[in-house]
């Protein structure tokens, strides 16, 4: 988030202010790229919707999409070059110089600068902040943009006699290297290899001209060693619409269950957009959760295969994105912010798991990465598979509606048959540990007959709350408006949400009393009364917690997917795509919170979670339960999910949007403040909402100012203003109109404030 305390002030370029909506920052124009202009318009990253004009030094020229070094204020900073001026608005002598050109090619091309110029006006967020963010973070930094390169080596050609073994036994050894390779050149890590001491004893041979040395580029290629099954006539269908429309724009809702292929079928629309030498973009939820799903893109793709994520270190994730701009990459699997990788080639975009939250970015320049993805595909005219078993609700009303093509997969692949769901009551039941008798019952049912049990709780920790039997405190975070949870085996309370720690108390921290008692169930809880319940069982828990540790993630899933660990409990990481053959018992303990959540789209989440952890029970040959413990048997979104599935759930819940005039309905954006005290955000609020009513504007609703639903976080004060609009357009007109000069509010200099368009959450 920012901090819109910016002044203007001399020392600062001069800025032109810029009128959102009536004119893009960047016009497709090819007399822009002309490099002999004088002047050139950048971008840079700072919290001003604006541009700033600097003049080239003779010699000096720059393209758009390039990045400069600049003054800007004291600091020297790097921005990114958006058009070249003829003349500027400016007296020549009063501009600033650019300091340096540091990419003679645009390192942003112009579909990408486009798309983020759009992104720039729909999301209202700085300019300069959205292109810089496009960047992997090194070359925001100023780093070259240059693909990594190695050392070869090779034989020359023509008569040599060879080093003597006796007198240079390393130099002899290094050219028996040399020899057996042939044609093919040697990597200096082979050498390396050999002996720490073979730079001295190549050196000779190449004084010599027996070697020959090179540098090559570094490219990693991927070889296929596996192809996939034969596809059911849903796949089939899918996959020919799809690659039938390579070309030409077309979205496509690929609506599968869980467990019906929808891999597949994104698989060989990849292998055909390869064929007509394509690049393909795929989006995932999250790569580091996931592992399972590149290992099989590495084991089905033949070509330039990278991912971008953030579990990367800094070079390789530049050196990927590098390889995928200069149009290495044929395949670039990546989070969120690939989105925005420049694909010279791009032919095809898959969105893996459309619904999922972690595709919206949720500080800073908050888009939506499938929103992107959509404008980047229309533009480039390329297919793009939206693919899912739970659609997001905007998805599902679009699909409806004709602008995307819905390809059913109704079916599991092979012989696997649909997980039976069924409520579990618990209201009057012996609960022991938050889990029913009865479901104690199944799981030592499915552990008899050798299968695994999976229990979901959406919930780290031991209990998420400490309380005083005697006075009936809870402990607190100090910072947050939050109960602490309680870490059991660490001894630590933990805030969620702010990450401050402490030690579990050993008595009231209000009264004194020793009578503490831990209310509440997470995943440590579950796992530790199951433990006791099943000694003899190994217990697999995946949470953020358990996976900390390098590696850890990747031994947990192993011990689940190989049938060691017989109990997985989890959180929702559990539910994410994973594919674990020996499940066939799913409980959900904490389903009822999404019945009750205080967002708009907790229903629709709580839908999708079920739904998503439901589909990894039976998902081979045995049949798969799912028993989803509640006290709301009867409430009639729980039974439709259960008994007719999740179209017909999302239905239901779509109409009581329409009447609340909720997306995907109705537009809406949030207007966020916060501040060290509580007062401020309310009347900075205050503020934006009498500029947004004077005058008002009709089909535009202010809902607010409120304190945020949990109003202190990391010990500060937060509030929020409501945005309803009946078309996109005049929603849109109003944060145009409000960015414009929203930090000459008195109240402004106090708060930090942020605009999120499309919010995926209210908190
Ligand atoms: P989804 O992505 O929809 O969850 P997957 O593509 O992972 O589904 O497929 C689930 C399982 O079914 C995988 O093990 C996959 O190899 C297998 N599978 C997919 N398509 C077929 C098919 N046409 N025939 C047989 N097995 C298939
Ligand atoms: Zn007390
Ligand atoms: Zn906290």
């Given at each position: 988030m920012f901090s819109f305390r910016f002044r203007q002030t001399d020392k600062y370029p001069l800025i032109k202010p810029f009128v959102y909506l009536k004119k893009p920052y960047i016009e497709r124009m090819s007399s822009s790229c002309n490099p002999t202009f004088p002047f050139v318009q950048v971008a840079v990253p700072t919290p001003l919707h604006l541009l700033f004009d600097y003049r080239l030094r003779d010699q000096q020229s720059a393209i758009p999409g390039s990045r400069v070094k600049v003054p800007f204020g004291r600091r020297s900073v790097i921005g990114i070059v958006v058009r070249g001026l003829a003349e500027s608005a400016y007296p020549a002598k009063k501009l600033r110089a650019v300091t340096e050109v540091l990419d003679e090619d645009a390192l942003l091309p112009e579909d990408v600068m486009s798309v983020l110029s759009w992104?720039?006006?729909?999301?209202?967020?700085?300019?300069?902040?959205?292109?810089?963010?496009?960047?992997?973070?090194?070359?925001?930094?100023?780093?070259?943009?240059?693909?990594?390169?190695?050392?070869?080596?090779?034989?020359?050609?023509g008569e040599h006699a060879a080093p003597s073994e006796n007198r240079a036994a390393l130099q002899f050894s290094l050219y028996n290297v040399l020899c057996e390779a042939g044609d093919e050149p040697v990597d200096a890590s082979t050498f390396a290899a050999l002996s720490p001491r073979w730079r001295s004893a190549i050196k000779p041979l190449i004084e010599k001209g027996v070697v020959q040395a090179d540098s090559s580029m570094v490219l990693p290629r991927n070889s296929a060693v596996e192809t996939g099954p034969s596809l059911v006539p849903e796949q089939q269908t899918a996959v020919d619409a799809i690659s039938g429309s390579l070309g030409s724009f077309a979205p496509f809702l690929l609506h599968g269950v869980t467990g019906s292929g929808k891999t597949e079928v994104y698989l060989r629309c990849l292998e055909a957009a390869l064929q007509q030498g394509k690049q393909v973009l795929i989006l995932?939820?999250?790569?580091?959760?996931?592992?399972?799903?590149?290992?099989?893109?590495?084991?089905?793709?033949?070509?330039?295969?990278?991912?971008?994520?953030?579990?990367?270190?800094?070079?390789?994730r530049s050196q990927n994105w590098l390889l995928a701009a200069k149009g290495h990459a044929d395949v670039v699997i990546g989070t969120r912010s690939a989105v925005l990788v420049p694909l010279p080639r791009l032919g095809l975009v898959v969105i893996d798991e459309e619904h999922d939250g972690s595709?919206?970015?949720?500080?800073?320049?908050?888009?939506?990465?499938?929103?992107?993805?959509?404008?980047?595909?229309?533009?480039?005219?390329?297919?793009?598979?939206?693919?899912?078993?739970?659609?997001?609700?905007?998805?599902?009303?679009?699909?409806?509606?004709?602008?995307?093509?819905?390809?059913?997969?109704?079916?599991?692949?092979?012989?696997?048959?649909?997980?039976?769901?069924?409520?579990?009551?618990?209201?009057?039941?012996?609960?022991?540990?938050?889990?029913?008798?009865?479901?104690?019952?199944?799981?030592?049912?499915?552990?008899e007959a050798g299968n695994q049990a999976l229990v979901f709780i959406n919930r780290r920790g031991f209990a998420p709350t400490l309380l005083c039997n005697d006075c009936g405190a809870c402990a607190d975070c100090r910072r947050c408006d939050a109960h602490m949870t309680v870490h059991a085996k660490r001894a630590r309370l933990r805030c969620h949400h702010c990450g401050s720690e402490r030690p579990v108390p050993d008595v009231c921290e209000s009264c004194g009393s020793v009578e503490l008692d831990r209310i509440g169930y997470g995943t440590e809880r579950i796992a530790?009364?199951?433990?006791?319940?099943?000694?003899?069982?190994?217990?697999?828990?995946?949470?953020?917690?358990?996976?900390?540790?390098?590696?850890?993630?990747q031994k947990q899933l192993d011990v689940a997917t190989s049938g060691e660990a017989k109990l997985l409990v989890g959180t929702q990481m559990l539910a994410k795509g994973h594919h674990f053959p020996g499940v066939t018992l799913v409980c959900i303990l904490d389903a009822d919170r999404g019945l009750f959540g205080t967002d708009f789209r907790?229903?629709?989440?709580?839908?999708?979670?079920?739904?998503?952890?439901?589909g990894r029970s039976g998902r081979e040959q045995k049949q798969g339960h799912v028993l989803i413990q509640t006290r709301n048997p009867d409430n009639p979104m729980m039974q439709t999910l259960v008994a007719e599935g999740y179209s017909a759930f999302a239905k239901i819940a779509?109409?009581?949007?329409?009447?609340?005039?909720?997306?995907?309905?109705?537009?809406?954006?949030?207007?966020?403040?916060?501040?060290?005290?509580?007062?401020?955000?309310?009347?900075?609020?205050?503020?934006?909402?009498?500029?947004?009513?004077?005058?008002?504007?009709?089909?535009?609703?202010?809902?607010?100012?409120?304190?945020?639903?949990?109003?202190?976080?990391?010990?500060?004060?937060?509030?929020?203003?409501?945005?309803?609009?009946?078309?996109?357009?005049?929603?849109?007109?109003?944060?145009?109109?409000?960015?414009?000069?929203?930090?000459?509010?008195?109240?402004?200099?106090?708060?930090?404030?942020?605009?999120?368009?499309?919010?995926?959450d209210l908190f």
């Open positions: 992104a720039s006006r729909y999301y209202h967020h700085p300019i300069g902040d959205v292109l810089c963010s496009a960047l992997p973070v090194l070359l925001r930094q100023g780093k070259p943009a240059a693909l990594a390169h190695r050392e070869i080596f090779r034989l020359t050609t995932v939820p999250e790569i580091a959760l996931t592992p399972q799903l590149m290992r099989r893109f590495q084991r089905r793709v033949s070509g330039c295969l990278v991912s971008l994520h953030s579990a990367m270190n800094a070079t390789e595709l919206k970015q949720q500080d800073g320049f908050r888009y939506h990465a499938r929103d992107l993805a959509m404008v980047r595909a229309r533009d480039r005219s390329c297919p793009i598979v939206l693919g899912t078993a739970t659609p997001s609700f905007e998805t599902m009303n679009n699909a409806a509606t004709g602008r995307y093509k819905e390809l059913p997969l109704t079916h599991r692949a092979g012989d696997a048959k649909p997980p039976v769901l069924s409520l579990l009551d618990i209201r009057r039941r012996p609960l022991i540990e938050g889990m029913s008798d009865r479901l104690f019952d199944a799981i030592g049912q499915h552990l530790a009364a199951l433990a006791e319940a099943y000694p003899d069982v190994t217990i697999a828990r995946i949470d953020r917690d358990s996976t900390r540790k390098k590696g850890a993630l907790s229903l629709e989440q709580m839908g999708q979670l079920i739904i998503q952890v439901a779509l109409d009581d949007r329409r009447l609340a005039l909720l997306p995907p309905y109705a537009f809406v954006a949030l207007v966020r403040a916060e501040a060290p005290d509580a007062e401020s955000p309310m009347r900075f609020l205050r503020g934006v909402s009498q500029r947004l009513m004077n005058p008002p504007v009709a089909g535009v609703y202010v809902l607010g100012p409120v304190p945020a639903p949990m109003e202190r976080l990391g010990g500060r004060y937060r509030a929020q203003l409501l945005l309803q609009a009946e078309r996109r357009s005049l929603l849109n007109e109003c944060l145009a109109r409000l960015t414009v000069n929203l930090d000459t509010l008195k109240e402004a200099q106090r708060t930090r404030w942020s605009i999120d368009v499309d919010p995926v």
